[in-house]
């Protein structure tokens, strides 16, 4: 996190109505409505002051699950910003919860972020800041290109159809089935193509929030495999929006494992777009099992692992 300039003062929270959109409610979990990760961070972004930057994020904690009633037309919740000394802030997305036995209530956080100060004003905070954070990434891109390839000739993928992907590994709703083509497994890493969704209304400062959703199905695949695991994402070390996705778009993503954390496994994730351009970089994903055990990978899908 840089020692920028101090923030410009601003309300430390933000009243949020969030609209529970058709697209949201087929994402679920022990079939209840979920609010996706993705999603909640794009929620962070478009109530964000624009003295920071929406497209760098570190230290993503994804504390608990925000479910959502799908009878209801919206969620009330709460973007809380504490501005920090170097001039970033840590952001967080909370809703407030009332006990069974007494009246009072407590606010209960789902996503804390890290945002650093926005470099500059206008379209220089937008695409020439895009194009420095891309320049920084492009050469280690290409090495990683290089090291992809020869993973693929050292061992043969696992491949797993889109059909038993979403019907048997993240059974997820359709608005929430975006990656399209075969995922292909090694022990070395993953890969599969990508879409941008069908719903443009999803589109916001971050782009798309389908593509990173989708790129965390292929993690999560890995990790059925690899580790026996469903993992599921509880935080990330860094997250860097080079250029937003769009609805509609098409992608590449690729997902390469890192040491494991005890139970928490660890991945960077690099989604391409059809230029073979890098639009978005994740550093340090984490993912666990949070269902105790109860979630179990099927057996076909370790056969050979």
């Known amino acids: 996190m840089e020692n920028l300039s101090p923030a410009v003062k601003h309300s ?3 009243p949020l109505v969030v609209p529970v959109s058709a697209y949201l409610r087929d994402h679920r979990a022990d ?37 959502v009633d799908e009878a ?3 969620v009330e919740a709460v973007h809380e910003i504490e501005p920090l000394t170097g001039g970033g802030c840590h952001s967080r997305l909370t809703t407030r919860r009332t006990g069974r036995r007494t009246a009072c209530a407590r606010r209960i956080e789902h996503v804390c972020v890290y945002f650093p100060a926005a470099r500059g004003t206008g379209t220089e905070t937008g695409e020439a800041a ?36 979403y019907g048997e590994l993240v059974p997820f709703g359709p608005a929430w089935r975006n990656v399209t083509g075969e995922v ?17 209304e999803a589109d916001g400062p971050l ?14 695949a890995w990790g059925q495999r690899y580790r026996g695991v469903v993992a599921f994402p509880v935080g990330f070390d860094r997250r ?23 139970a928490t496994l660890r991945f960077d994730i690099r989604i391409d777009d059809e230029e073979r351009r890098t639009v978005e970089v994740i550093r340090g994903l984490r993912m666990r099992d949070i269902s105790r055990g109860k979630r179990i990978p099927p057996a076909w899908v370790r056969e050979g692992a």
Not at 184 to 200: D, E, I, N, V
Not at 240 to 262: A, H, I, K, M, Q
Request: net charge positive; proline share 9%; charged share 25%.
């Open 12 to 14: 430390p929270e933000i």
């Open 184 to 200: 292909r497994l090694t022990p070395a890493g993953a890969a599969s193509a990508l879409s941008g969704g069908r719903f443009p």
């Open 31 to 67: 079939g209840r409505c979920v609010l996706p990760a993705a999603e909640a961070l794009q929620i962070l972004a478009r109530t964000l002051p624009p003295v920071y930057d929406a497209h760098r994020q570190e230290g993503a904690q994804f504390s608990h699950l925000l479910f």
């Open 72 to 74: 209801a037309a919206r």
């Open 207 to 220: 782009g798309s929030p389908f593509p990173f959703d989708a790129a965390m199905h292929v993690a999560c």
């Open 130 to 165: 895009a194009s420095a954070r891309a320049g920084a990434f492009r050469a280690s891109g290409e090495r990683g290109r290089d090291r992809d390839e020869e993973k693929r000739h050292d061992s043969a993928p696992f491949v797993v159809p889109v059909a038993r992907l």
């Open 240 to 262: 860097d929006v080079l250029f937003p996705t769009s609805s509609n778009g098409r992608y590449v993503c690729r997902v390469s494992p890192l040491g494991d954390e005890g």
